[in-house]
């Protein structure tokens, strides 16, 4: 039976792609680093620089005034995927600080936020005259446990916002709200000229009456 001089082997190559190899691969190897922390370790913290927390701070939200937020961060052992910074004030609202939605990254040290930008773009939920503590948390959320390692949430900044009232001229109807019209009839010259008249005349009178008794 002919064999086409191969003997069935396809040229002498023992059906191995003729190279007279094992066709082989070597598998790839991969490494991953795993995050060891102790279980003594301190739970990360935030301490504010700017402003400092021992005062409240007032804010007028208006245009071009910016409020810059700063902070530094210690005992961090497993770096934030990024930070969320919120404003969380008296009337009960949330409000995202910062110009990302109150998004920054993880290893961030300040913000800076513009409250009139924010109050433009969102009129339905204006900035309250309030105020409001700062909330700052890693990608667990505020609400996540201490934990060795891992940032902790921390709202310990306190701050006030107040809009001032839009300028109205005298001429178009302007009025003070917390004068009191008797005390500025009071204190007219006027009307202390004419409380010191009586006042001489009746002492006047009564030490013309006793001079006029000791007769």
Request: charged share 5%.
């Amino acid at each position: 039976m002919a064999d086409n001089g191969n003997g069935n082997n396809n040229g002498g190559n023992n059906n191995n792609n003729g190279n007279g190899n094992a066709n082989t691969s070597t598998p790839a190897s991969s490494t991953t680093t795993r995050l060891i922390i102790p279980a003594s370790a301190p739970a990360g913290e935030i301490v504010f620089t700017k402003p400092l927390p021992t005062v409240t701070s007032y804010y007028k939200v208006a245009q071009g005034n910016l409020i810059t937020f700063g902070w530094n961060m210690s005992y961090i052992l497993a770096t934030p995927t990024h930070l969320t910074v919120s404003a969380a004030c008296s009337g009960g609202n949330t409000y995202p600080v910062g110009p990302t939605d109150g998004i920054i990254a993880g290893t961030a040290t300040q913000v800076v936020w513009d409250p009139y930008s924010y109050q433009m773009s969102n009129p339905n939920t204006p900035l309250p005259q309030a105020v409001c503590n700062l909330m700052i948390c890693d990608e667990r959320g505020f609400g996540a446990v201490r934990r060795a390692g891992y940032l902790a949430p921390n709202n310990a900044l306190q701050f006030a916002l107040y809009t001032p009232q839009a300028y109205t001229p005298l001429a178009s109807g302007w009025k003070c709200t917390i004068c009191n019209g008797a005390m500025s009839t009071a204190t007219h010259p006027a009307a202390i000229s004419l409380l010191v008249t009586i006042l001489i005349c009746l002492l006047s009178g009564f030490h013309l009456l006793r001079t006029t008794n000791n007769r």
